[in-house]
């Protein structure tokens, strides 16, 4: 007995777009579903000939299809929106408010600022992992990597394919349930980002208000080290950012990421805790060895008057993840590390959103 039409064309409706996160019915790109015996042709098409997630879109819709009862062949045919097409699809993921509703008023968006004093705490790990632990939770999490001197996120990501394009609207990739976008997937590793802050501002203008985002749950930003120019455009462009600083046990470590705290407060950016990396090394005979020193993050959050977020141990697979592309919570997540920061990411909801917004300084 052959399938059931209505079983298929539910099956289509049931998949998502992997980089959009949405319905592949919701979104106009299927053409067509075609019936012959056992065997299934659906005919779908992407928003551009380069669409970096096609090949996933096929994968997943031949999973969903071929799992129906009579199904025995699933083909997917993909062709290329035209311009009426695509011009349906951007009004149907940017609505009123455009394709980033985070910057409005009344979003459930929470944009976290991962910062630091100084270079070399470990802020990037931490703010991937995080990233990655919020979205096993369930959570829809973006990160942006504004590091764009000292970007590091695609390769700790082991992010295999750049963003996408629907016209002049990014879409970010999506990798381990994370979008993510960063200078990383425009220029090559070796090539120096040699620019003026008025440029390092207008490539965080496109990051945050030129590609697709939606609203996600968590919008994580990976700041560059020190107290400088991204700091100043992200009060400007989302002035509802939370910010919390890593910063290591050494007393002064803790004294330098307390300036970035500071520049924070002074920028009306709320710093909502702090976070203490590296604070521990496990060893075989299971005692820990305070390696670093130890009470740096609670000294500065008792100064600042925020909680301490969490500590992260040092653990070999966490340097090993960050340089193989594969984090400590997807490689080892029954481990130490990747434990520490599932807990981090649980403190992080519980703390709740800021109150603060300025409607002066929100994005047009």
């Not at 910057?103 to 703010?127: C, F, L, N």
Request: charged share 20%.
């Amino acid at each position: 007995m052959g399938p059931s039409e209505v079983d298929v064309r539910a099956a289509v409706s049931a998949v998502d777009d992997p980089d959009l996160r949405r319905g592949v019915d919701e979104l106009g790109m299927v053409r067509g579903v075609q019936l012959n015996r056992r065997s299934v042709t659906v005919e779908l098409a992407v928003p551009s000939r380069g669409w970096t997630g096609r090949d996933e879109l096929v994968r997943r819709t031949v999973e969903s299809v071929g799992a129906v009862s009579g199904v025995s062949e699933v083909q997917v045919v993909i062709g290329v929106m035209d311009d009426h097409e695509r011009t349906r699809l951007l009004g149907e993921i940017a609505g009123p408010n455009g394709p980033n509703r985070f910057t409005t008023p009344g979003t459930k968006t929470r944009v976290v600022a991962v910062s630091s004093g100084k270079g070399g705490v470990g802020k990037s790990s931490v703010t991937v992992n995080l990233a990655i632990a919020l979205a096993a939770r369930g959570f829809d999490v973006g990160l942006l990597d504004a590091d764009v001197y000292g970007f590091s996120v695609p390769a700790m990501m082991g992010v295999e394919r750049g963003p996408a394009a629907i016209d002049t609207l990014l879409v970010p990739p999506v990798v381990h349930g994370v979008r993510c976008l960063s200078m990383g997937f425009f220029v090559d590793d070796e090539q120096p980002v040699i620019w003026r802050g008025p440029m390092l501002h207008k490539a965080l203008e496109q990051f945050l208000v030129d590609a697709y985002w939606g609203e996600p749950d968590f919008l994580l930003v990976d700041m560059p080290p020190g107290t400088g120019d991204v700091a100043l455009s992200m009060s400007q462009y989302v002035p509802r950012t939370e910010v919390v600083v890593v910063t290591t046990p050494q007393s002064a470590a803790g004294r330098v990421a307390q300036r970035a705290a500071f520049a924070a407060k002074t920028l009306k950016l709320p710093v909502r805790g702090v976070i203490e990396n590296l604070s521990w090394f496990t060893g075989d005979d299971g005692k820990r060895y305070e390696l670093f020193g130890r009470g740096g993050g609670t000294a500065i959050a008792e100064a600042l008057g925020v909680p301490l977020l969490g500590q992260i141990p040092l653990v070999p697979a966490l340097r090993v993840g960050g340089d193989e592309g594969v984090p400590v919570v997807v490689s080892d997540p029954g481990g130490e590390a990747a434990a520490s920061f599932d807990a981090l990411a649980a403190r992080l909801v519980d703390l709740g959103p800021t109150r603060i917004y300025r409607r002066e300084l929100s994005v047009r």
